[in-house]
């Protein structure tokens, strides 16, 4: 997610500040060479995540995954 954009791993992609509610998945044709380099940017970031937990966690859960082999993605 950006300021502007979120895009989901499934595909789903929308402007935020202008749909809340993100009911406006925005179509790849119609993209803003801004919006294109967004979406392209945040695939890539989402290539290098680690999978999201399957479970769900807390503050006291124990045992929590790590991925000391997986590239940072902060930079």
Known sequence: RTQQYKLYPEGGF??????????NDLNESS???GASLEKK?????LGKAPP???EPGS???VNRPT????????H
Do not use: G, H, N, Q
């Not at 991925?67 to 902060?74: E, H």
């Open 52 to 54: 999201a937990p399957t």
């Open 14 to 23: 929308f402007e935020v500040p202008e749909d809340l509610e993100e009911s």
């Open 67 to 74: 991925y000391a082999d997986w590239p940072c993605i902060a």
């Open 59 to 61: 503050r006291t859960t």
């Open 31 to 33: 993209l803003s060479k």
């Open 41 to 45: 940017m945040l695939t890539t970031v």
